[in-house]
């Protein structure tokens, strides 16, 4: 793990930071051909170089939530899209024991995607989907 990832979830406050690096286990035990980077200050996971989600934590909850970037094309009643044009968030309760089966599906679908999607979505096809 490079200094940058390190330095994101020690400057978490503990119960965060905790959440986190669970999440980070998860979701790189997952998939072999998942890898996590530090990009545009955060930590990245990738599913065979291509972006796959990202670790943030929400404004207004509190909360630390997994983006999926492709949320757009995945259904789950535990997303939120908000006002995001293509991601998606799963908050996550950073009090409450991790639901790990709501992951592995979610990170499924979104494999998935970056398995069969075309290239690029074009603007047409983001205004079908939502």
């Not at 990202?54 to 939530?65: A, N, T």
């Not at 970037?69 to 998606?88: C, F, N």
């Not at 639901?99 to 998935?112: E, F, G, K, R, Y």
Request: charged share 25%; aromatic share 12%.
């Amino acid at each position: 793990m490079n200094s940058e990832l390190d330095n994101f979830y020690l400057k978490q406050e503990p119960s965060i930071r905790d959440c986190l690096l669970a999440l980070k286990t998860i979701i790189l035990n997952y998939d072999e051909q998942i890898s996590a980077e530090f990009k545009y200050k955060l930590p990245f996971f990738y599913y065979n170089g291509k972006p796959l989600c990202y670790f943030w934590k929400h404004k207004i909850y509190k909360q630390p939530y997994i983006g999926f970037v492709d949320g757009i094309l995945m259904e789950h009643p535990s997303l939120l899209r908000e006002k995001r044009a293509r991601m998606k968030i799963l908050l996550i309760n950073q009090e409450m024991d991790i639901q790990i089966d709501i992951i592995h599906s979610l990170l499924a679908q979104a494999i998935n995607f970056q398995i069969t999607k075309p290239k690029k979505l074009n603007a047409s096809d983001r205004l079908e989907l939502g």
